[in-house]
């Protein structure tokens, strides 16, 4: 028989002491509380779709999910609903993609412009390459991790896009609980443009006080002593004394608030605004005027570095493909149609609005003296030009930095010919004499000679 301690078997006693002491270890394994079985519904199945992009040759895009943290995220994700993940070619991102801008994702201070990259190339739900819209219906949006949106477009049976990028591996990879699709470049979404190039800005002009222009005799036009103007104050010379004669921009000699040092670094914001043309998509021609068919994107570097400001009005692919070859091929064309679209103000989309909504029509300056843009209000947005040459302001702030703006336009804008009338001379009109007969002329003149001809009113 079992002792009884107090009318209680040993037993009973040494059961209970096993069952605390088992009880407390559970406790200090799993403080939380927790079940056990939570935890292990917790972990992602081998099957898993982020198991397959660790695992797949999309090396590059791992490495980076890897590096900014995001597997609980994407855990968390995949266990409340599918997910499809845009992966790029690893090639987009080994030598394709700007060095300086790979270089600021991976530092340590900007994870949050990394996280916001990789889950913009996120849809929180299954979008097989079936579910693509179709051409004729039109692009559809769909909303990202990173809380933007993603635009999907069919241009054909065969040709389907994301956002700026060719979709070329659809459903490369198919788990139950989502789908990955190659794409051909990296994806870039304006909030990270727009961190990149803030960084970069702040870099090249911190702790650095600009000097201030000097001043130049307006009867001689030569410059005089320097004199002490407040730190940042624009350029004494206007942007046309700067612009030397020619199919180009030329800086002048005399230096901005920049000084000889050049600080503001004019060429890196000219370089950050033509990708970021060619990031946000619909611009590559506009780009391709710049850096390759003129060298307007060098000089109006250094029209910027002197402490100058430039607003251009850049159209877009659909309307410089409209331009004809006699247009482009005259000597200096391709300048002078660049000139139109530079404004040597800084002008943002909700500055230019409030003007015409103000004043109805504002004519703005441009390079291409002596002739000026028209801007006036249309349909809710900024209308410039006349008639059928007019185009509407259709991606705004595409680039801002407070010294270059950006606004993109759905047209070629050509200046408004003056064709004065050519006055022709009014006819005058002659009156001829009838001629007389030779029989009338022998009559005068017998009539003459006899003094009688004054009475005949023929002779």
């Not at 002491?21 to 799993?30: C, G, K, P, V, W």
């Not at 179709?134 to 692009?139: L, N, Q, S, V």
């Not at 700067?242 to 921009?249: D, E, I, N, T």
């Not at 005027?289 to 692919?317: C, F, H, K, W």
């Amino acid at each position: 028989m079992d002792s009884s301690i107090y009318g209680v078997s040993s037993s009973k006693i040494f059961f209970f002491a096993f069952f605390l002491s088992f009880a407390i270890a559970a406790l200090t394994q799993n403080p939380s509380g927790k079940s056990f079985s939570s935890s292990a519904s917790g972990q992602i199945n081998s099957n898993s779709v982020l198991v397959a992009l660790l695992d797949s040759h999309y090396t590059e895009l791992a490495e980076l999910v890897e590096k900014a943290l995001l597997l609980q995220t994407l855990e968390e994700a995949v266990g409340n609903h599918n997910i499809t993940i845009f992966a790029p070619r690893n090639e987009a991102l080994e030598r394709q993609l700007d060095p300086e801008f790979k270089r600021f994702l991976l530092e340590p201070g900007n994870l949050k412009s990394l996280q916001t990259l990789l889950m913009f190339h996120i849809i929180p739900k299954r979008v097989g390459s079936h579910q693509w819209p179709d051409p004729k219906t039109g692009p559809v949006k769909h909303n990202t991790l990173s809380n933007d949106h993603l635009q999907l477009t069919s241009k054909s049976t065969s040709k389907k896009t994301v956002g700026s990028a060719e979709l070329i591996r659809p459903d490369d990879v198919i788990r139950p609980d989502g789908v990955i699709h190659g794409i051909q470049q990296l994806l870039i979404p304006r909030s990270v443009i727009e961190d990149f190039n803030k960084r970069r800005n702040l870099e090249s002009i911190s702790a650095v006080l600009p000097e201030g222009a000097p001043e130049v005799d307006p009867r001689t036009h030569r410059l005089k002593k320097p004199a002490p103007v407040p730190a940042g104050a624009p350029p004494v010379l206007p942007i046309y004394d700067a612009m030397a004669p020619g199919p180009s921009l030329a800086p002048a000699p005399a230096p901005g608030p920049g000084g000889p040092r050049h600080h503001f670094d004019g060429e890196s914001q000219v370089k950050d605004f033509i990708q970021t043309l060619l990031h946000y998509g619909g611009y590559n021609e506009m780009a391709d005027i710049l850096v390759n068919l003129t060298s307007l994107a060098t000089e109006m570097g250094r029209l910027v570095s002197e402490g100058y400001v430039i607003t251009v009005l850049a159209p877009n692919d659909e309307a410089m493909a409209k331009l004809t070859t006699d247009q482009l091929s005259e000597p200096g064309a391709p300048e002078q149609i660049i000139y139109y679209h530079i404004i040597p103000e800084y002008q943002t989309e909700e500055s230019m609005y409030n003007a015409v909504r103000r004043f109805g029509k504002v004519r703005y300056d441009t390079l291409r003296l002596p002739h000026k843009v028209v801007a006036q209000e249309a349909d809710g947005s900024v209308k410039f030009g006349h008639g059928e040459g007019s185009a509407y302001l259709f991606d705004p702030d595409i680039y801002t930095d407070g010294r270059i703006s950006v606004q993109g336009i759905d047209g070629v804008l050509f200046p408004e010919e003056e064709i004065e009338p050519v006055m022709k001379p009014a006819a005058v009109k002659v009156s001829s004499k009838p001629r007389r007969g030779k029989l009338l002329e022998v009559g005068c003149w017998m009539l003459g000679t006899l003094g009688q001809d004054s009475r005949f009113q023929s002779c």
